[in-house]
């Protein structure tokens, strides 16, 4: 017999296969996280434990209905009503899309993505121009526009830059704000400046130096030098290759992988190549300074070839001493498993710094193939879950 926790999930997952017209069979009732169930006789069950999938049935639900309850109203079904209730309106996507990612596996969502477009039309957000102008820049908002912007007509996607711009141009500056102190150089106190710039002025040695000048009747010193620090900046020779997998899980980093470059773009004497791919290898090194091109050109979704682009990368060195090579992967190989690692070994043997970036998002919730970054790092490759700062503070060490 099973357990009473057991036969409560069985009927959940039920549930999100059936749908909600299986409520009456299965005596099954979806609540908010931590919330009771009743039970086919008519009492009611706590969710077993806490925490866990079985929280987040009900966000499951609400969200599936979302979608495949347009196959009742499609046919007819009374009681189907896809903005009433507590089911989200056609404006809310965005928040559909959330759920989507957050809930369910890669491969899922690609399904629950492909079916609203091409088997129940939900282009609500790429066919209004100005809804689209009316909704609030989000971050969210953003990731609906890079999932649905190839089905845009022109006046849309005008409108879609812009909100992307908008948000994107908001991400710089409090990134900028964020790593700007730690790759840009910071104040020499131990170098004199002939620059006589006030923000310059060093009150300490300046005073040190004028004590022999201390007026005694009118108790003041008297300046007869200023001494001047000097703002250093570094400038090194670097060549930064970021190449970003660009597949339908990697959406957050794409962003912020975007943004990074744009910022490492404006580092003093520091090249920087920007590499998209999935089993193709687009270089957007000349869009590298404008986050927004990039997101508006990158496709996303389909398989994965890290080894392809990794050796496209090999083909952008020119000094291998100064060029740092920056990966950002899930590490999910689709090509042969040996390929990707041999890749970091000959960067590595040539003299070359790889960095495995496993997640890029503020967050920094690294979602990984394991084995294959600890083969990549086996091969000589330096691997890590970071948020941008921290990617920042990790570049200005190797920089310095």
Known sequence: MPEPGDDWLARQRWRLVLGKFSERSLGSRFGDEGAAAEGASGETQKRPGSGGPSGNYGRMDRALDYLYGREYGRRGVRGFNPTGGDQPSALNIPDWLKDVRELFPRETVEILEKHALERYGMTELVTDAES????????ELLKAVMSFRNLMAPDVLLA??????????DLKRKL??????VLWGKLNRQRRSPLKLARNLDWHRTIRANLKNYDREKRRIVLESLLFSSRVERHLPWHIIMAVDCSGSMMDSVIH????AGIFKGLPAVRVSLVAFDTAVVDLSEHADDPTEVLMSVQLGGGTDIAGAMGYCEGLVQTPARTIVVLVTDFCEGNAPGLLPASVKRLREAGARVLGLAALDAEANPVYDRDMAERCVAAGAEVAALTPRRLAEWMARILS
């Not at 879609?160 to 141009?169: D, F, G, H, N, P």
């Not at 992988?257 to 990074?260: E, G, T, V």
């Open 132 to 139: 689209l102008r009316k909704m609030e820049p989000s971050y």
């Open 176 to 181: 900028t704000q964020e790593v700007r102190p």
């Open 257 to 260: 992988s975007a943004i990074m």
């Open 160 to 169: 879609a830059r812009k909100l992307v711009s908008q948000v994107v141009e």
